[in-house]
């Protein structure tokens, strides 16, 4: 009986100008060392797997590359986010579970020419065509990166879904709830938003933290259900009034007295701080038990 075809590679190519290419520039400048690091460790997790890495869980990847790269997971959300943003990975796919690019397949279509199985339908993103131009080559010289000067990146806007089961189920209602949220004016009243709230949402917006017309409240309000699943009910609740505490008494202002304009980050940063803060060792070594049992 035929074994299970092999789909990793044991080892990839990089460009040895790749420092020069303007994505890795902005984002070596936006993030260092641990932006460029973050990436390879992403790539390299990719072709171990094949054309896609498949993942079930955002948290997890964050919680993964924090522990890989020694960064927190805020900061691994904010690299993944940028990486996204800029083509650097797919993010259609990144929004369906898979961690991939198209010039991440296109390499891997031509590193495994010998193999019998090569690449799978599911995630993929070559046709048929682009197939056979990679077979007609015989040096495969097409770099991962393109669009070289058009990248402009909000420090501001984080987009990733951060929790892909919760926002699949909302996808379709999610720019009209939005909308209808939008033409609102004023403090809404929980019961009058035209989704499930969520418990803590509600005592956000009743501590008037939020108002509800803000045009990321949805965002917000799955971020929530995640943490309120991935962790300790009672961490989860200490974080929550922590941050309400620190944001009345600041006023919205940062550390070095500058009004916080972007709030929805800034709730989530505070929020999940704190809840690492309240969370045991024990809890935080279970949780990389489970990430090394989906990686591996």
Not at 136 to 159: A, E, F, G
Not at 191 to 207: A, D, E, K, S
Request: hydrophobic share 35%.
């Amino acid at each position: 009986m035929a074994g299970k075809p092999k789909l990793g590679l044991e080892f990839f190519s990089v460009d040895v100008d790749m420092t020069r290419n303007m994505k890795i520039k902005r984002l070596m400048r936006e993030f260092g060392s641990e932006g460029y690091a973050s990436f390879m460790y992403l790539l390299s997790w990719v072709y171990e797997k094949g054309q896609f890495w498949r993942y079930d869980n955002l948290e997890d990847v964050l919680f993964g590359l924090s522990e890989a790269i020694n960064i927190d997971e805020d900061k691994a959300l904010l690299i993944i986010n940028y990486l996204l943003n800029v083509g650097l990975f797919d993010r259609k796919s990144f929004d369906n579970g898979y961690l991939t690019s198209k010039a991440i397949q296109e390499r891997y279509y031509y590193a495994t020419k010998r193999r019998k199985v090569r690449i799978l339908e599911e995630c993929c993103l070559l046709s048929k065509e682009e197939m056979k131009l990679i077979d007609s080559k015989t040096d495969y010289q097409n770099t991962i990166y393109v669009d070289k000067d058009d990248i402009h990146v909000s420090k501001d806007v984080i987009s990733v879904y951060k929790d892909r089961q919760s926002n699949s189920n909302n996808k379709s209602n999610s720019k009209k709830d939005k909308g209808m949220i939008n033409h609102d004016i004023g403090s809404v009243d929980p019961n009058t938003i035209p989704f499930q709230i969520n418990y803590y949402l509600q005592v956000l917006i009743n501590n008037e933290i939020v108002t509800g017309t803000e045009d990321w409240i949805t965002v917000l309000n799955d971020f929530l259900y995640m943490i309120t699943r991935k962790h300790n009910k009672d961490d989860v609740r200490k974080a929550i009034f922590y941050t309400i505490k620190r944001i009345k008494y600041n006023k919205w202002m940062d550390s070095s007295g500058y009004e916080i304009l972007s709030k929805e980050p800034y709730l989530e940063e505070s929020i999940t701080n704190n809840i690492a803060y309240n969370e045991s060792t024990i809890d935080r070594i279970e949780r990389m038990k489970n990430f090394s049992k989906m990686f591996y």
